[in-house]
């Protein structure tokens, strides 16, 4: 068959009738109490999760359509709770912000900028799946419902380490103990290193510190960078310096080598390369006590919405079992609710694992500041 | 309209479609850059605080020393090498010469990431050469990944190549009846590169060390992969102080960087513009 000038042409003009049309519908739907809009970001396996759980939860019953505005993470991702916070303050109502996805940090931010009054509450007795929630949320309680866990652990080598510390001093006498063999990465590259130099630090002040973003705590941080420095010449070396790789991934391909036996990672990171058997079975994850920083990542529905009874019906079926085995096949995120409900094929990645908390930090700017410190004061120790 | 003016004008209007984008994309970028490196953080309005924080941090100083460092080596080395493989491409005839001359560009083509991970693969303290080594007992540490040796063998990688073709383009403008003629007349091989290659050819080398000066300067995906913590170069303390939020630091870097640039251009200029004895009449 020849492909024509022409017909190219009808492709395309069939297409553009197709997508009027199709926007014309989703318009005049818009305030019916059936159709709701979920608004989320990040990379592209949220992405893919969300598009599953969507079509799920759309097939699964008749009362509400649910339709997704994905914003991909670097292309404007913060102009998402930027256009929130600006329809909030400029006076609208009735718009299609029914349901945002948010961290519990992320809710901090909105709570402060905005008030109690931005979230509308959700009837948690009505839901069905509530029950099932295993963790409460540090902020936003009763409007804020967590659907995943995301969080820093010790990810060590098995083989090389049998009994890995359980916490931060045994760590820290273990990184002593082996020098070489430990490594974490700058903390301006990636959230697995940052999340190591935070808690050293923040592990010496008082825990309501990590949730603050005054100056004043930055007087007291000189214990932490004593401790970071005292571990300094224990680390990772190359050509006989010690160096801290770039990137969370920097480190994840020293352990995946063998070229170390521990570092802080990222828990989806690691178990999600295990799955795709770039990381070896033998590379294991703990949590530490005092813990190193998480999230945990959920939804609650703006008051400027339109359709709050969709949303909560969403927010629901986020707690179900079928959702949360989504969530953990497509991007190993840590259910929030009891394994024993969950697809035992998927759980066995992440059965070893027990997440008792996870320990939000929110220090604004201070994060920046922190991490200027440490590139001055201890990246140039050579 | 008579068609003189008409010839005037035309070609001023097929330019401005190009210059209204250059305006865009181009100069106003960098007048907004130089206006921000102006911008102070400390003691706000405008003055030098941005530059005077480079000249006067020795952490700053060293970072840029060692950026020098790293480019006027690979200068040298890139050139150097790649002079050799034009003049040996040029004048023999031999079958491996064909064959590099047909796979020198090879690494041109390939994307410039791609290049550096599988550097990294093969380098890397438990990378190829480390497994090779310990299939036979030994335990080779190169010492290259997180090192400025690595960076450099990298950029000589990217940059032999390039060199390379400009020189050899200068190489094959060279007769050979003049290289005959100056064999028929009894002259060794060493006199035949000092009276009559070189002449005709060291302006090209110049060139080609503007260039890859120019390049190398701003690098950033070779040095922020390979490269240690400190000191870092300067397209990394770049992107370090723009994450952190210090744009009008970042900005007078980018000044900075434009300058010893310029530097380089104004040589290139000057090479260009000589002429030689026997060139003028």
């Known amino acids: ?33 059936k159709h709701f809009t979920i608004w989320a970001s990040g990379s592209d396996n949220v992405k893919v999760q969300f598009e599953q759980q969507v079509s799920q939860f759309n097939e699964s019953q008749d009362e509400y359509v649910a339709e997704l505005q994905f914003i991909t993470s ?38 402060n900028q905005c008030g109690e009054d931005f979230f509308v509450d959700v009837d948690t007795a009505s839901m069905e799946n509530y029950e099932n929630l295993n963790y409460q949320p540090s902020v936003g309680q009763g409007m804020f419902i967590p659907y995943r866990g995301t969080t820093v652990l010790l990810a060590y080598n098995s083989e090389t380490v049998p009994n890995p510390p359980t916490t931060t001093e045994e760590l820290y006498q273990w990184i002593k103990d082996n020098p070489g063999r430990f490594a974490y990465n700058t903390p301006s590259s990636g959230g697995a290193g940052s999340s190591f130099v935070q808690t050293s630090i923040y592990n010496f002040l008082p825990e309501e510190a990590l949730s603050s973003a005054d100056e004043k705590w930055s007087e007291e941080w000189d214990q932490g960078f004593d401790l970071l420095e005292s571990l300094h010449p224990y680390m990772y070396q190359s050509a006989g310096k010690v160096v801290y790789p770039n990137k969370n991934q920097g480190t994840l391909d020293l352990l995946a080598n063998f070229e170390i036996d521990m570092c802080p990672a990222w828990a989806d990171m690691v178990i999600s390369q295990k799955m795709q058997g770039t990381m070896p079975e033998s590379i294991q994850l703990v949590q530490l006590d005092p813990a190193f920083t998480g999230n945990l990542v959920g939804f609650a529905a703006p008051s400027i919405g339109s359709n709050s009874e969709g949303a909560q019906a969403f927010m629901d079926y986020m707690l179900s079992p079928e959702a949360q085995n989504i969530a953990l096949e497509s991007m190993a995120a840590l259910p929030v609710i009891d394994f024993s409900l969950l697809d035992a094929e998927l759980v066995k990645n992440i059965e070893s694992l027990n997440i008792s908390e996870f320990r939000s930090s929110s220090i604004g700017d201070l994060g920046t500041e922190i991490n200027e410190r440490w590139d001055r004061e201890i990246a140039t120790l050579g | 309209m008579d068609q003189e003016r008409k010839n005037k004008i035309l070609p001023y209007l097929m330019l401005m479609p190009a210059m209204a984008i250059m305006a865009i994309v181009v100069i106003y970028p960098i007048f907004s850059c130089i206006a921000t490196s102006f911008t102070q953080e400390e003691a706000g309005g405008f003055g030098l605080e941005n530059y005077l924080y480079f000249l006067a941090d020795p952490m700053q100083l060293t970072n840029i020393g060692y950026t020098l460092a790293i480019v006027l080596v690979t200068v040298v080395l890139a050139v150097g090498i790649a002079y050799l493989l034009s003049i040996y491409l040029r004048f023999s005839n031999s079958r491996v010469s064909r064959w590099i001359g047909k796979l020198y560009l090879l690494p041109r083509f390939i994307p410039g990431l791609v290049a550096v991970n599988g550097m990294i693969t093969i380098i890397s303290n438990s990378g190829l050469l480390n497994r090779l080594s310990r299939l036979f007992g030994a335990d080779w540490q190169l010492g290259l990944i997180y090192d400025a040796k690595g960076i450099i063998l990298m950029n000589l990688w990217f940059n032999i190549p390039f060199a390379t073709m400009l020189m050899g383009a200068a190489m094959s403008a060279i007769n050979n009846s003049e290289i005959e003629a100056a064999k028929d007349v009894g002259a060794g091989k060493l006199r035949i590169f000092w009276k009559i290659i070189l002449p005709l050819t060291y302006r090209d080398i110049f060139i080609s060390a503007t260039f890859v000066f120019m390049s190398n300067i701003s690098s950033f995906t070779t040095p922020y992969l390979m490269g240690g913590n400190y000191p870092t170069m300067m397209g990394v303390t770049m992107y370090n102080l723009y994450g952190n939020q210090h744009f009008g630091r970042s900005a007078a870097l980018s000044v900075i960087m434009f300058i010893l640039s310029a530097l380089s251009a104004v040589m290139y200029i000057y090479v260009n513009m000589r002429k030689d004895q026997w060139e003028k009449n």
């Open chain 1, 1 to 33: 068959m020849k492909i024509t000038a022409k017909m190219v042409l009808g492709v395309l003009a069939g297409a553009m009738v197709l997508t009027t049309l199709t926007s014309c519908t989703s318009t005049a739907t818009a305030n019916d109490g």
């Open chain 1, 74 to 111: 670097g292309t404007g991702a913060e102009s998402l709770s930027s256009r929130l916070i600006a329809a909030y303050k400029s006076g609208q109502t009735n718009t299609d912000y029914d349901l945002i996805e948010a961290s519990d940090s992320e809710m901090v931010n909105y709570l």
